[in-house]
């Protein structure tokens, strides 16, 4: 879940990183002619029109953007205002990692993690739970619809591919586990101890 800028001001990713926000396609910021070719490419992301003066920004929502801006407005109103819209989007965020629901997707650090189906379902339960140690019984619940633990390591198998996608290539681990009770996705490195 993140925004993909655009238009030609480098100034507005540079702000939005710095706000920590990550690239993706949940939030477009586009000029406010493209918005109505974006909106039927891009039916469910959210828009940011920058539009050259009032009459522009009015013509832009509507057809369809889900904001305006003057294209005078500095960089850092521009991420504001496309944070703001991400935020809006009713996604979860735990540390450097954003899920979006509607998209049913997830980045870390601005890499997007593509998870399959179970995998996803199983780092939304998480992320809803964030900190907090999520039982076997819930998970098997939760992800696979099950009542009971089926005797086999279909969940520690799920685990295994999600840690693959969400903890490879990162400085510390986010989804921990809690010897016989469960797992845990944590925002930042915990000290050994």
């Known amino acids: 879940m993140g925004v993909q800028v655009l238009i030609d001001r480098p100034g507005v990713t540079v702000a939005l990183a710095a706000r920590g926000v990550a690239a993706g396609q949940a939030v477009l910021v586009a000029h406010a002619g493209a918005v109505p070719s974006l909106r039927l490419r ?4 959210a828009m940011l029109a920058v539009a050259a003066d ?3 920004e009015a013509a832009a929502l509507d057809a369809g953007a889900d904001d305006a801006v003057a294209g005078g407005a500095p960089d850092a109103l521009v991420a ?4 703001r819209l991400l935020a809006s989007r009713g996604g979860w965020r735990v540390g450097a990692l954003s899920i979006d629901p509607v998209a049913r997707d997830a980045w870390r650090e601005g890499r997007r993690l593509a998870p399959l ?8 339960h998480l992320a809803r739970h964030a900190g907090e140690t999520v039982a076997h019984a819930d998970l098997y619940r939760a992800v696979f619809g099950l009542r009971f633990a089926p005797g086999t390591n279909v969940l520690a198998a799920q685990v295994s591919r999600l840690r693959a996608r969400l903890d490879r290539g990162f400085a510390f681990p986010m989804l921990l586990t809690d010897r016989a009770r469960g797992y845990r996705l944590v925002a930042a490195a915990e000290r050994a101890g």
């Open 42 to 45: 891009h039916p469910h992301a």
């Open 54 to 56: 009032g009459a522009g």
């Open 117 to 124: 189906p179970r995998e996803y379902a199983l780092l939304a």
């Open 80 to 83: 504001i205002r496309a944070e």
